[in-house]
C-alpha cells in the first residue's frame, strides 16, 4: 500500500514563497510519476504540476508556468513543489497523487491511484 504525506503549506503574503514536500512509503516511488493538484473553496480540482520518474520531464498548468517548480528526489521517495511569487488566487489544499505510470506528463486526476491528505495554502493580499 502507497501512503503520500504532504507537509509546507501555510499562510504566505502575496509575493512570498513555500515548499511544499510530499513524503511516500514504498519501494516503487522511483518507478512512477508524480502530480500536484489543488483544491479551492467550491471549485473542482485543478491540476498544477506533473513530474516524470527521474525528475527529467515536467510539466505545468498555464497558471503557475513560470513561478511553481516541481522536483523529486528518489533517494527520499519525496517529490517537491516550490512556489514563489504567491498570489492570492493560489490559495487551496494542495494534493500530491501517484501518476498511473513513469511518463508524468498526466493531467488528468482521475488516472492518478493514491492520493494524499492535502495541506492548506493560503496567500493573503
Known amino acids: 500500500q502507497v501512503q503520500l504525506v504532504e507537509s509546507g503549506g501555510g499562510l504566505v503574503q502575496a509575493g512570498g514563497s513555500l515548499r511544499l514536500s510530499c513524503a511516500a512509503s514504498?519501494?516503487?516511488?522511483?518507478?512512477?510519476?508524480m502530480g500536484w493538484f489543488r483544491q479551492a473553496p467550491g471549485k473542482e480540482r485543478e491540476f498544477v504540476a506533473a513530474?516524470?520518474?527521474?525528475?527529467?520531464?515536467?510539466n505545468y498548468a498555464d497558471s503557475v508556468k513560470g513561478r511553481f517548480t516541481i522536483s523529486r528526489d528518489n533517494a527520499k521517495n519525496t517529490v517537491y513543489l516550490q512556489m514563489n511569487s504567491l498570489k492570492p488566487e493560489d490559495t487551496a489544499v494542495y494534493y500530491c497523487?501517484?501518476?498511473?505510470?513513469?511518463?508524468?506528463?498526466?493531467?488528468?486526476?482521475?488516472?492518478?491511484?493514491?492520493w494524499g491528505q492535502g495541506t492548506q495554502v493560503t496567500v493573503s493580499s
Open positions: 497523487a501517484r501518476g498511473p505510470n513513469g511518463y508524468g506528463m498526466e493531467r488528468r486526476s482521475y488516472l492518478y491511484n493514491y
Open positions: 514504498g519501494r516503487t516511488f522511483s518507478s512512477y510519476g
Open positions: 513530474i516524470n520518474w527521474s525528475g527529467g520531464s515536467t
